[in-house]
């Protein structure tokens, strides 16, 4: 018994082994599971450039910011970093890592998304493209961190979780299931095009045009079919509705990134501004607005997400899906933005 035991053990061994080995002539990037970020990576790492501004963030800072219009506002120069499907620890990781960097040494202002308490990552994106190249040991050990200091959860609610990401950490630890992905020859494809060019801004319309992306049509046609969607995230944003659910320890492990960053900001003479975006969930919503009560006063925090302040961002014809804004909100959302930064900080194109 004992030997067959072994034998199974061993060669699961060496079958993981050989599957690892057979695998990796297919990774042709250490991120290979999403184009959009891997140019950008290699545009703001790998390339020259003398960015003064850098945008951090989810795909609504991808989709909500463009890095032409703001500059032509504010005069700086800037770059979109925000990456479709991410939320935290990526943001804050990739902030020091920036931060960190050489490239750091010509910036002047980053701006971070604040975004929701736990990882954007949900059951429907876990074992996707989208997640599957990045998930690691820091995205676990967050979620949770997280989930348990939740006190809005139920037990069974955060064994779910646990789970769940449990057997995401191993999926893409030993890269279960991925060799269909890795060789999937659509993904080089991207990357060949894309190209090393450009200032991070991709917004849903242009998406759809260029890559014909299933997802994102589906999501675009479902707003303009049921526009009363659009009414659920007006309830969602308002002030007035929101009921900040206190939790206190849930803003912690928050606010020790936040502040670590900030220190490295200061210490290099760069500013740090937060930023919400409009068109959060219910659950995002609740959590921003009791972080904002809770959020320290020397923090700069611009609030884009009130319904009432801000009724064009929820508008079906600058909307291109009930998360993200299209070009001509995009617009609107970048030019307001640029204003704002002018007028805080004194600023003016030259």
């Known amino acids: 018994m004992y030997r067959l035991l072994l034998r199974f053990i061993l060669f699961s061994i060496l079958l993981l082994a050989t599957s690892q080995l057979l695998i990796r002539p297919f990774i042709y990037h250490s991120f290979w599971g999403d184009p959009d970020y891997i140019v950008k990576f290699d545009r703001f790492f790998s390339s020259p450039n003398d960015f003064n501004t850098v945008f951090v963030g989810s795909s609504r800072t991808m989709r909500h910011i463009d890095p032409i219009i703001f500059d032509s506002i504010t005069g700086l120069n800037?770059?979109?970093?925000?990456?479709?499907?991410?939320?935290?620890?990526?943001?804050?990781?990739?902030?020091?890592?920036?931060?960190?960097?050489?490239?750091?040494?010509?910036?002047?202002?980053?701006?971070?998304?604040?975004?929701?308490?736990?990882?954007?990552?949900?059951?429907?994106?876990?074992?996707?493209?989208?997640?599957?190249?990045?998930?690691?040991?820091?995205?676990?050990y967050f979620t949770l961190r997280s989930t348990f200091q939740d006190g809005n959860m139920t037990?069974?609610?955060?064994?779910?979780?646990?789970?769940?990401h449990s057997r995401n950490l191993i999926e893409t630890s030993f890269r279960f299931g991925q060799f269909h992905r890795v060789s999937n020859s659509i993904q080089k494809h991207y990357y060949d095009r894309l190209g090393i060019s450009g200032r991070g801004f991709i917004n849903g319309t242009t998406e759809v045009l260029q890559l014909q992306d299933s997802f994102l049509i589906r999501s675009h046609d479902e707003i303009l079919e049921h526009p009363k969607l659009l009414n659920y995230q007006i309830k969602n944003n308002r002030s007035s509705n929101l009921n900040p659910r206190p939790c206190i320890d849930c803003f912690k492990y928050h606010w020790e990134y936040v502040s670590n960053i900030q220190q490295k900001c200061a210490t290099k003479g760069i500013m740090l501004v937060l930023m919400v975006q409009p068109l959060m969930n219910e659950r995002h919503a609740e959590f921003i607005s009791q972080f904002l009560l809770e959020s320290p006063k020397t923090m700069e925090i611009l609030n884009y997400a009130d319904s009432e302040r801000f009724p064009d961002y929820?508008?079906?014809?600058?909307?291109?899906?009930?998360?993200?804004?299209?070009?001509?909100?995009?617009?609107?959302?970048?030019?307001?933005?640029?204003?704002?930064?002018?007028?805080?900080?004194?600023?003016?194109?030259?």
């Open 155 to 164: 037990f069974r609610q955060k064994l779910n979780e646990v789970s769940l």
């Open 314 to 350: 929820y508008k079906l014809e600058n909307v291109f899906d009930k998360g993200h804004l299209n070009s001509s909100g995009a617009t609107l959302f970048t030019t307001t933005l640029a204003l704002d930064v002018n007028d805080i900080y004194q600023l003016t194109a030259e």
């Open 78 to 140: 800037s770059f979109n970093f925000g990456i479709d499907g991410v939320g935290c620890p990526f943001n804050y990781k990739l902030c020091e890592e920036i931060l960190d960097s050489k490239e750091s040494e010509h910036l002047t202002f980053m701006f971070l998304e604040l975004f929701s308490p736990r990882t954007n990552l949900t059951e429907e994106v876990m074992h996707t493209d989208k997640v599957i190249y990045r998930y690691d040991f820091d995205d676990f």
